[in-house]
């Protein structure tokens, strides 16, 4: 059975960078194809979309992160990360690693991801 354990998460400055990890267990990134994605719940309801990374590594990422947010994967180690540069306090939420077999065409879509972590809290001061 797939898991997915997410760490890195914390409390930083407006400015400052964390680094988001995600370890897969019970599954070999090196020879099957997952595609993978961070989602993130800031206070309030709603699970939203912020970068999504395929097997062969084509990436996606929503408008709000694009240039400060790096999705990559190490496969090798099996393991998942967010570079998170240039935080805003808007940047304050669950985040949250997700997987699904295989190369997904919509990246971003929450609806096309079967496992999920637990979830990593971040949290940005002004």
């Known amino acids: 059975q797939v898991r997915l354990a997410e760490s890195g998460g914390g409390s930083a400055q407006a400015g400052g960078s964390l680094r988001l990890s995600c370890a897969g267990f019970?599954?070999?990134?090196?020879?099957?194809?997952?595609?993978m994605a961070w989602f993130r719940q800031p206070p309030g309801p709603g699970l939203e979309p912020v970068a999504g990374?395929?097997?062969?590594?084509?990436?996606d990422y929503v408008d709000p992160v694009k240039g400060r947010f790096t999705i990559s994967k190490d496969n090798a180690k099996n393991t998942l990360y967010l570079q998170m540069n240039s935080l805003k306090p808007e940047d304050t939420a669950m985040y949250y690693c997700?997987?699904?077999?295989?190369?997904?065409?919509?990246?971003?879509?929450?609806?096309?991801?079967?496992?999920w972590g637990r979830g990593t809290q971040v949290t940005v001061s002004s």
């Open positions: 997700a997987a699904r077999e295989g190369q997904l065409g919509r990246l971003l879509r929450l609806a096309n991801y079967d496992t």
């Open positions: 019970g599954l070999t990134l090196t020879r099957t194809a997952y595609s």
């Open positions: 990374i395929r097997a062969d590594g084509t990436t």
